[in-house]
């Protein structure tokens, strides 16, 4: 069964910085794409950025410049960094697989 357990949200000032981790079991992360996803209450989910299974990355235009999406094989983990954060940043944070799985979010705040 595979599971993903994000870490590293909380809050921050506009113009912080914080590194999100995302460890994976049950699935191998460098054999799928993997994703990052956002989500204020009231509106969709939004995808962020993803790092294919070749280590191509692509990202929203709204974070292009300012995030940045890895996989770290070795520890089967896949991270964003997240630097000169907005207040419109706020949001739940997942990780998601191509295989559809998706983790429990881990909360950003952007204080202005």
């Known amino acids: 069964q595979v599971h993903l357990v994000e870490s590293g949200g909380g809050l921050v000032q506009a113009g912080g910085s914080l590194r999100l981790s995302c460890a994976a079991s049950g699935i191998i992360v460098r054999t799928y794409s993997m994703d990052w996803y956002r989500q204020v209450p009231g509106k969709q989910r939004e995808l962020v950025a993803v790092?294919?299974?070749?280590?191509?990355?692509n990202y929203a235009d709204s974070v292009r410049g300012r995030f940045a999406i890895s996989r770290d094989n070795a520890k089967n983990s896949v991270y964003l960094q997240m630097n000169s954060l907005k207040p419109e940043d706020t949001a739940v944070y997942y990780c998601?697989?191509?295989?559809?799985?998706w983790g429990q979010g881990t909360q950003v705040t952007v204080s202005s």
């Open positions: 790092i294919s299974t070749s280590g191509i990355t």
């Open positions: 998601h697989t191509a295989l559809g799985t």
